[in-house]
């Protein structure tokens, strides 16, 4: 049942939504100008008890920084380093297999490969660690690592590397179980002289798109999503959103969107930048469910400590990736919370948690998106319904 009736056209919005049926652009658009939020999360706990039954979910991993070099310069980032740095990571063979079999032995299931974008086209350094490594590009390593670790641990590897070409994906496609590109804004404008994305041509959204509907003609599990306060307005948002519904609507391959919000960082240009507003940004997750229907939709909750469960209330399913052993490198001063914290913070607001792998059952229990070399991996990791065994974990 809807809060109020006080805005007919609003309301006749949310009921179509609740139905399934479309909203058009300028009816999402309402929903961040009305002043009845209770109504609006009212309706994405609807949509996603009709859509998204079951549990919430989370992913157990580890995260391997595996080089922190970048082509890009982001003017939010401190995850990229340059060669002198002390903090710059290049990981051997031997140092990924150790993290690895440290991660299997906390019952890790996901291993998530993240690197800076191309950093073999920008650094010398690079190129010559990839040299000493038989490799000529950050993805024939990563490869080449996935494998190892698949044949080794069994540990399920998800790639984060950026916006990648059809012919790359196709040779992670064998190793990794899914991958990952966020979106983070559709707008074109945030490429412009003095915007966040104006020294990384990878974050052009053409760029990303075109990455998202490559992964989806190879028909990957892929993970996109939004990064909000980074200079975007509303109807950035609503097209943005709308763009990952279309794109999904076309292929079906899009497992999860993320969304996030921004949190500025000291050192860097946007260090003074406010992050968005704690209503702002509860609204924005509930018109985001709203606007995707029944996809699967997790907010960070690292990125949101004191607060995390309340986003329940705006009809998110899922917590993402969540480690008992390494930092969130690209956010390194927010901890993980511990997975006890999260289970207690969701059993509050009245549901279960439950870990899945880094495909998401649905995906994995369709064929075609899952290569048969990953098959005999996956099958020790999943029950029925293709989450992780609880006997597992414990």
């Given at each position: 049942?809807?809060a109020t009736?006080?805005?007919?056209g ?7 939504s609740?139905?399934g ?16 939020q ?6 994405a706990?609807?949509i996603?008890?009709k859509?998204k039954?079951g549990p919430?979910?989370y992913?157990r991993?580890?995260f391997?920084n ?6 890009d310069?982001?003017s939010y980032?401190?995850?990229k ?8 990571s290049m990981?051997r ?11 299997k032995k906390?019952?890790c299931?996901e291993?998530?490969?993240?690197t800076g ?5 920008r650094y010398?350094q690079?190129?010559?660690w ?5 490799h000529s590009?950050?993805?024939?390593y990563?490869?080449e690592?996935?494998e190892?670790i698949?044949?080794?641990t069994g540990?399920?590897?998800h790639t984060n590397a950026?916006?990648?070409t059809?012919k ?6 064998h190793?990794?179980v899914?991958?990952g590109?966020m979106l983070?804004?559709s707008?074109?404008r ?6 966040p994305h104006e020294?990384?041509?990878?974050k052009?959204?053409?760029?990303r798109?075109?990455?998202?509907e490559?992964?989806?003609?190879l028909m990957i599990p892929?993970t996109?999503?939004?990064?909000i306060?980074i200079?975007e307005?509303p109807?950035?948002i609503?097209?943005s959103?709308?763009l990952?519904?279309e794109?999904n609507?076309?292929y ?11 949190a500025?960082?000291p050192g860097?240009?946007m260090s003074?930048?406010l992050?968005?507003?704690y209503?702002?940004?509860?609204t924005?997750v509930?018109v ?6 029944g996809m699967?939709i997790q ?6 400590p004191?607060s995390?469960g309340k ?5 998110i ?5 969540i480690s008992?052993l ?5 956010n390194?001063?927010?901890p ?7 289970r207690?913070?969701?059993q ?5 948690l439950r870990?899945r792998l880094p495909v ?11 290569s048969?070399?990953?098959r005999p991996h ?8 293709g989450l ?5 974990l414990?």
């Amino acid at each position: 049942m809807l809060a109020t009736k006080s805005d007919p056209g609003v309301y006749e919005t949310l009921v179509k939504s609740l139905e399934g049926r479309h909203i058009s652009k300028p009816e999402a658009m309402e929903l961040f100008v009305c002043h009845d939020q209770d109504a609006i999360l009212s309706t994405a706990r609807s949509i996603r008890e009709k859509t998204k039954r079951g549990p919430i979910t989370y992913s157990r991993k580890i995260f391997i920084n595996l080089i922190n070099l970048c082509r890009d310069s982001c003017s939010y980032c401190t995850y990229k380093k340059e060669p002198t740095d002390k903090s710059v990571s290049m990981m051997r063979p031997s140092e990924v297999l150790e993290l690895a079999q440290a991660g299997k032995k906390l019952r890790c299931t996901e291993a998530l490969f993240i690197t800076g974008e191309r950093p073999e086209q920008r650094y010398a350094q690079a190129r010559s660690w990839l040299h000493s490594l038989g490799h000529s590009t950050t993805i024939e390593y990563i490869r080449e690592m996935s494998e190892m670790i698949l044949q080794k641990t069994g540990l399920l590897p998800h790639t984060n590397a950026g916006s990648l070409t059809k012919k790359e994906m196709s040779l992670l496609k064998h190793t990794n179980v899914s991958l990952g590109v966020m979106l983070e804004s559709s707008s074109e404008r945030l490429a412009a002289k003095g915007m966040p994305h104006e020294m990384a041509p990878s974050k052009n959204p053409r760029v990303r798109i075109k990455t998202l509907e490559n992964a989806g003609d190879l028909m990957i599990p892929t993970t996109t999503g939004l990064l909000i306060g980074i200079g975007e307005q509303p109807e950035d948002i609503i097209d943005s959103l709308f763009l990952i519904k279309e794109i999904n609507q076309n292929y079906g391959h899009i497992q999860e969107v993320i969304i996030q919000n921004f949190a500025p960082k000291p050192g860097t240009q946007m260090s003074g930048t406010l992050p968005p507003a704690y209503d702002f940004f509860l609204t924005v997750v509930g018109v985001a469910r709203i606007v995707l229907g029944g996809m699967n939709i997790q907010v960070p909750p690292n990125l949101n400590p004191y607060s995390f469960g309340k986003y329940l209330n705006a009809g998110i399913n899922d917590w993402g990736g969540i480690s008992p052993l390494t930092i969130d490198h690209v956010n390194p001063e927010f901890p993980w919370p511990s997975i006890s914290s999260v289970r207690d913070a969701t059993q509050t607001m009245g549901y279960t948690l439950r870990a899945r792998l880094p495909v998401y059952p649905e995906f994995l229990l369709d064929n075609k998106y899952v290569s048969e070399a990953l098959r005999p991996h996956l099958e020790p990791l999943c029950d029925g319904y293709g989450l992780v065994p609880e006997e597992y974990l414990a």
